[in-house]
T-cell receptor, first 113, second 115 residues
Framework: QKEVEQNSGPLSVPEGAIASLNCTYS??????FFWYRQYSGKSPELIMSIYSNGDKEDGRFTAQLNKASQYVSLLIRDSQPSDSATYLC?????????????FGSGTRLSIRP | NAGVMQNPRHLVRRRGQEARLRCSPM?????VYWYRQLPEEGLKFMVY????????ESGMPKERFSAEFPKEGPSILRIQQVVRGDSAAYFC?????????????FGQGTRLTVV
């Protein structure tokens, strides 16, 4: 059973600090990695995609990928109360368009003012 | 430029009835995923479809559940003889499916309540 693992949280971070969210995956052939944000009662929203080892930055968000360690993370700088949500790590488990995207169970992030 | 459209947004069914959930993908997208989410839980993969073809249905319960994505019209997730345990949010996502690095975008979901 291919898996994507996340710490369920809640992760509490003071406003203005850096929030660090982590994810591990079991299938070494995984090629594509995504972070989604889901507010309570809403649908998931794609916020970052990463495909190569290293860092990818977009505004206050930085995704980090280490395929050798099967580890992907999301850093949120200058955390804001509006960042409080559940963050879902997602992995395209294979190497073809027939491969499906599987999700971790999510980490609840709470930014305290 | 409509995104992924799901309807209905809320659906109430009595035990034993049928539920039909519809998903129209984003323009230009030919691949659709269906996921189920129970309260306070993560997204569970159900099925992955391309037009007129089921690519992966490994997450679908063996009985009562079926999915299709016809050449014309939306993708349909069908649940026959619903039970209380089917109450959940059902999300559809679409992608262009043109390569492994394709991103998937979600609809607003259908909240199914079985009474």
């Amino acid at each position: 059973q291919k898996e994507v693992e996340q710490n369920s949280g809640p992760l509490s971070v003071p406003e203005g600090a850096i929030a660090s969210l982590n994810c591990t995956y079991s299938d070494r052939v995984s090629q594509s990695f995504f972070w989604y944000r889901q507010y309570s009662g809403k649908s998931p929203e794609l916020i970052m995609s990463i495909y190569s080892n290293g860092d990818k930055e977009d505004g206050r968000f930085t995704a980090q990928l280490n395929k050798a360690s099967q580890y992907v993370s999301l850093l949120i700088r200058d955390s804001q109360p509006s960042d409080s949500a559940t963050y879902l790590c997602a992995v395209n488990e294979g190497y073809s368009s027939a491969s499906k995207i599987i999700f971790g169970s999510g980490t609840r992030l709470s930014i305290r003012p | 430029n409509a995104g992924v459209m799901q309807n209905p947004r809320h659906l109430v069914r009595r035990r034993g009835q049928e539920a039909r959930l519809r998903c129209s993908p984003m323009k230009g997208h030919s691949h659709v995923y269906w996921y189920r989410q129970l309260p306070e839980e993560g997204l569970k993969f159900m099925v992955y479809l391309q037009k007129e073809n089921i690519i992966d249905e490994s997450g679908m319960p063996k009985e009562r559940f079926s999915a299709e994505f016809p050449k014309e019209g939306p993708s349909i997730l069908r649940i026959q003889q619903v039970v209380r345990g089917d109450s959940a949010a059902y999300f559809c996502a679409s992608s262009s499916g043109t390569g492994v690095n394709t991103e998937a975008f979600f609809g607003q979901g259908t909240r199914l309540t079985v009474v």
